[in-house]
Nanobody, 126 residues
Framework: QVQLVESGGGLVQAGGSLRLSCAASGRTFSSYAMGWFRQAPGKEREFVAAINWGGDSTYYADSVKGRFTISRDNAKNTVYLRMSSLKPEDTAVYYC???????????????????WGQGTQVTVSS
C-alpha cells in the first residue's frame, strides 16, 4: 500500500522560502516519478513540479520556474520542493503525488498520478 506524507508547510512572508518534504512508503521509491500539485481556495488543482524516477529530469509549471526546485533522495524515500521568492498567489494546499506505474518521466500531462498525500498548507502573506 503506497503512502505519501507531506510536511513542511506553514505561514511565510512574501519573498520568503519554505521546503516541503514528502515521505513515501509501500514500494520501491526509486523506480517511480514523483510530482507536486497545489490547490488554492476556489480553484482547480494544478501541476507544480515533477521529477523522473532517476532524478535527472525535472519539470515545472511556468508560474514557478526559477523559484521552485524539486529534488529527491532515494535513500530516504523522500521528495522535496524548495520554494523561494514566494508570492501571495502561491498560497495553496500542496499535494505530493505518484504514478501507479514505474519508470515514467513524471511530466504533466502525460503521467497519470494515482497516489496522493493528504496535503500541507502553505500561506504566503503580503
Amino acid at each position: 500500500q503506497v503512502q505519501l506524507v507531506e510536511s513542511g508547510g506553514g505561514l511565510v512572508q512574501a519573498g520568503g522560502s519554505l521546503r516541503l518534504s514528502c515521505a513515501a512508503s509501500g514500494r520501491t521509491f526509486s523506480s517511480y516519478a514523483m510530482g507536486w500539485f497545489r490547490q488554492a481556495p476556489g480553484k482547480e488543482r494544478e501541476f507544480v513540479a515533477a521529477i523522473n524516477w532517476g532524478g535527472d529530469s525535472t519539470y515545472y509549471a511556468d508560474s514557478v520556474k526559477g523559484r521552485f526546485t524539486i529534488s529527491r533522495d532515494n535513500a530516504k524515500n523522500t521528495v522535496y520542493l524548495r520554494m523561494s521568492s514566494l508570492k501571495p498567489e502561491d498560497t495553496a494546499v500542496y499535494y505530493c503525488a505518484a504514478p501507479a506505474s514505474p519508470y515514467y518521466s513524471g511530466s504533466y500531462p502525460g503521467t497519470t498520478y494515482t497516489y496522493w498525500g493528504q496535503g500541507t498548507q502553505v500561506t504566503v502573506s503580503s
